[in-house]
């Protein structure tokens, strides 16, 4: 059974940073590219990075793009998300997400989230 | 950037009833349109790819079309576990693919 589980998340003040982690397990983690998704208080979905199988290839929202850096460790089958920087508006829950094999970005497996909020 | 737009933005129906459920693209996506379901607390899952290809285990009674910018999710007699909240993504034009606001279901 698939499984991602998110961690990491508190409350951090504005300017703040925070890491979060995904631990996955059920699946032969470097075979797939990995996702964070975040969803606001009461908000649609927003994806937020992506990062390949291997690591090499990397995307980023632009609201996030020069303050949250994605990685993975494909020996440990984790996921994480360095987040700096961090705004009131980036106040959400934080969910990592399976890519498919067949297309990069259909997410087909999440994790319950992390909730991260930010304020003073 | 691609513009999802969901519509209703809120349903009301009853168990047992077919409802439809709209979304609409800024611009063309092909068939590349994905639905997710997202019951409270929980995370969403996927449903509906391709436009109308079922995910593996997604029960029969969900089903989708379109093509280009405009799609449909069907949902053929709705049961109590239905009641979530919808929300399309279109994964043709990227980064970023784009998600709509959703359509939430809820029981008249």
């Known amino acids: 059974e698939v499984q991602l589980v998110e961690s990491g998340g508190g409350l951090v003040q504005p300017g703040g940073s925070l890491r979060l982690s995904c631990a996955a397990s059920g699946f032969t983690f470097n075979n797939n590219g990995m996702n964070w998704v975040r969803q606001a208080p009461g908000k649609g979905l927003e994806w937020v990075a992506y990062i390949s199988s291997s690591g090499y290839t990397i995307y980023y929202a632009d609201s996030v793009q020069g303050r949250f850096t994605i990685s993975r460790d494909n020996a440990q089958n984790s996921l994480y998300l360095q987040m700096n920087s961090l705004r009131d508006e980036d106040t959400a829950m934080y969910y990592c997400a399976r890519s498919t094999t067949v297309n990069t970005w259909l997410l087909d497996y999440w994790g319950q989230g992390t909730l991260v909020t930010v304020s003073s | 950037e691609t513009v999802m737009t969901q519509s209703p933005a809120t349903l009301s129906v009853s168990p047992g009833e077919r409802v439809t459920l709209s979304c609409r693209a800024s611009?063309?996506?092909?068939?590349?349109l994905a639905w997710y379901q997202q019951t409270p607390g929980q995370a969403p899952r996927l449903l509906i790819y391709g436009a109308s290809t079922r995910a593996t285990g997604i029960p029969a009674r969900f089903s989708g079309s379109g093509s280009g910018t405009e799609f449909t999710l069907t949902i053929s007699s709705l049961q109590s576990g239905d009641f979530a909240v919808y929300y399309c993504?279109?994964?043709?034009?990227?980064?970023?693919?784009?998600f709509g606001q959703g359509t939430k279901l809820e029981i008249k």
């Open positions: 993504q279109q994964y043709n034009n990227w980064p970023p693919h784009t």
């Open positions: 611009q063309s996506v092909d068939s590349n």
